[in-house]
């Protein structure tokens, strides 16, 4: 079989572009095309920005530095990476069974949802001790999550309807859901915010010790970043090492060889979005109960979106998701005060369009060849 | 009391929006590449038209700008999909990424804009005077709307009754075999995905200076372009339901926000109108039913065996096996 063609056809020009297919991608290869479309992504950002009036220099230097600059900014950094770990995660098991789930928007909401419920409705009362309080909030914000990712799941495993349009409508009625409970029956005054929740609502964060500890004063890292870290391992652990993540990962290479080593995709299908969705929900959770202690409608700096883009650019493995969510949670963070604002969510288009476009690389190698007359 | 002329006659004007949108991604799909980015593109044609008609006056070049504006990034669509073979889920996420965060970073401070010309509204002379229809369809609708009338039998025309209109459809049905009859595969696809995207913009440009004017950030499409892909899905590709969709759609907005007016409905007391946070419930109303329309197609679909191009997302490459 030709494994070789021209892109070019139709043209002459006296060379061409040929992509010859790899036959094995290098360990250090995808790594590297990650890296470097990254580069190339901030090159195409810095010229929109310049041709957008504003100094790109300047607005990069002001990330960096607004990002990990010092320890307070790098804690914000971390505060903004903790659910993007979750979301990324959450992708990326979707991802590996080519389930688009891009509905993590909705089931962080829902998440912070569910998990104010406990504390609003109220179905525990205020004066529940943290010890109970944070896990069953924990508990309803990964179930809601779930129920918003079950659903989906659910019409696509039993009917084949498209997951991608559903997922995304899902996400919209998910914040008419919010705002309606925010506006109409948890509203502080006619506020749109509910009013805060008692202390053993919070999670435990680094500030809290500072009596014992006085260096850790005004550091607002909570313990989300350690529900983050657990996921990271147990998702690593269920995709790569156990018979369920094999079987995902089978339906996710070829649904038909699935089917006949009798693999029930249906199940996985409903399983791996519920999983999806309640990591998502896990996130909306951690960053009520970590962050913003009250629901509110803008909980999400596009929280849901972001994540689809980390899980791509980590190539789908869950130690990267945690990386590139930190890099992400820093663009957030410091892109609060960059002019034009649309700046940190152009960069993320960008930076996934790189991405997609150079994993041509990892698949093909590409030949710049002399042409031959008649080559077709 | 609720006018279901005004109602009907508002869906029609607002549902072209949606039937542009669908109208491009359908010849698109039937070439074979999804394009998932109409949101992004239409939120690039909206900013724009709005733009240069804010900066020129001229709302024609705002709409001829804002078609070119989105079949560039269509462009890189299918550049992307089709000659580096990349997923087109993903590659149609990364449009729609790059579409709405380019419009918000070109689109700073537009929304501030004092008064900008409007497309014109006009009605058709004697159409205009036909009972119930007149009122709805031929009376002060913008230029587009009328336009939209015609595509939609040009369109299903083109797809099912011409050479190049079959051409389109074993490019998307079969690509191998399209090649080996002298059909240039890449080279089609490449150009349906480009009107794709023009016409994407069109349906933006359309919102920003005739339906809903001004330039509201990503609120302005509000998830419209969603919506298109998933009405293509429910249209089975077939141009006539896309339009029949796409203006009830269009009738859906209207009726959201006029259910909110009266005191009462149908005889009862109006309960949207006594609690007015009942409202956001109406607003999932069209998301919710696009989850609904989708699953009654995909049941039709299951039951008649029909639908989706055989070639839908998979790149074509001379000389692999393909499908």
């Known amino acids: 079989m030709a494994m070789t063609e021209s892109i070019a056809k139709g043209f002459h020009f006296p060379f061409s572009v040929r992509f010859e297919q790899r036959l094995s991608t290098p360990a250090w290869l995808p790594a590297l095309t990650s890296v470097g479309s990254l580069v190339v992504a901030f090159m195409i950002g810095a010229v929109v920005i310049w041709a957008a009036g504003g100094d790109a220099i300047a607005s990069y230097e002001h990330i960096v530095k607004a990002a990990f600059g010092d320890i307070g900014v790098f804690n914000d950094t971390l505060v903004k990476a903790t659910p993007l770990i979750l979301i990324g995660l959450a992708c990326t098991l979707a991802f590996r069974m080519k389930l688009w789930n891009i509905g993590a928007e909705g089931q962080f909401y829902m998440g912070a949802w569910g998990a104010s419920a406990i504390v609003l409705a109220p179905i525990l009362p205020p004066t529940t001790p943290g010890i109970l309080m944070i896990p069953i909030m924990m ?53 749109q915010m509910s009013p805060v929740f008692p202390k053993s609502a919070w999670l435990p964060r680094l500030t809290d010790y500072a009596k014992q500890f006085p260096e850790l004063g005004g550091l607002t890292l909570h313990a989300g970043i350690l529900f983050g870290l657990i996921a990271t391992v147990v998702v690593w652990f269920f995709i790569s090492r156990s018979r369920w993540g094999y079987e995902i990962r089978l339906i996710g ?90 700046v940190p969510r152009m960069l993320q288009g960008i930076i996934l369009f790189c991405v997609i476009a150079s994993d041509v690389l990892l698949r093909y190698r590409v030949r710049i060849a002399r042409n031959q007359v008649n080559h077709d | 009391m609720i006018d279901w002329i005004v109602i009907l006659q508002a869906g029609v004007a607002s549902g072209t929006v949606l039937l542009f949108a669908s109208l491009g991604e359908i010849l698109a799909e039937r070439s074979g590449v999804m394009n998932l980015g109409i949101e992004g593109m239409m939120l690039i ?66 929304s501030k804009s004092g008064a900008v010309n409007l497309l014109p509204t006009f009605s058709l002379p004697l159409l205009s005077q036909i009972p119930v229809l007149g009122p709805i369809l031929f009376t002060n609708h913008n230029p587009m709307t009328y336009l939209g009338y015609l595509l939609t039998p040009a369109a299903w025309f083109y797809i099912n009754r011409t050479r190049p209109g079959l051409h389109l459809r074993a490019v998307g049905e079969h690509p191998a075999a399209a090649d080996a009859l002298g059909i240039n595969v890449y080279g089609l696809r490449y150009r349906y995905v480009f009107i794709g995207g023009l016409m994407a913009g069109l349906a933006g440009a359309t919102i920003s200076l005739a339906v809903s004017p001004g330039w509201f950030s990503d609120l302005t499409t509000s998830g419209q372009g969603w919506i298109a892909v998933g009405l293509v899905i429910f249209a089975q590709w077939n141009p006539w339901r896309a339009a029949a969709g796409s203006y009830m759609f269009g009738a859906l907005r209207r009726l959201i926000l006029d259910l909110q007016g009266p005191q009462t409905l149908l005889f009862f007391a109006n309960p949207f109108y006594y609690m007015p946070k009942l409202g956001f419930f109406l607003q999932m109303l069209p998301y919710a039913l696009v989850i609904l329309i989708l699953f009654i197609g995909s049941r039709e679909a299951m039951k008649k065996r029909l639908g989706t191009p055989a070639a839908l997302g998979v790149p074509y490459v001379r000389g692999e096996r393909g499908l």
């Not at chain 1, 039993?158 to 859901?177: C, G, P």
């Open chain 1, 253 to 342: 290479d070829s649904k038909q060889a699935a089917f006949y080593a009798g693999v029930n995709i249906v199940r996985n299908t409903v399983l791996v979005m519920m999983v999806s969705g309640g990591l998502a929900g896990l996130a909306g959770m951690a960053e009520i109960s970590g962050v913003v202690h009250r629901l509110q409608g803008s909980i999400s700096n596009n929280y849901g979106f972001t994540g689809i883009i980390i899980a791509w650019l980590a190539k789908l493995n869950p130690f990267a998701v945690v990386l590139v969510a930190i890099l992400f949670g820093g663009l957030i963070n410091a892109g609060r005060e960059i002019q034009p604002s649309g």
């Open chain 2, 45 to 110: 044609g909206a900013m724009t038209a709005y733009k240069i008609a804010v900066v020129t006056g001229n709302v024609w070049l705002g709409m001829v700008l804002a078609m070119v504006a989105a079949g560039v990034l269509s462009l890189l669509h299918a550049l992307v999909t089709i000659n580096f073979r990349a997923d087109q889920v993903v590659s149609g996420l990364a449009i729609n990424f790059v579409g709405i965060g380019l419009s918000t970073v070109l689109g700073e401070g537009l």
């Open chain 1, 139 to 191: 508990l309803a914000g990964f179930a809601c999550g779930a129920l918003w990712g079950l659903i989906p799941g659910f019409l696509k495993a039993r009917f084949n309807v498209n997951e991608i349009i559903t997922t995304l409508m899902m996400n919209y009625i998910a914040t008419s859901w919010v705002l309606f409970w925010v506006f109409g029956v948890w509203s502080e005054a006619g506020f």
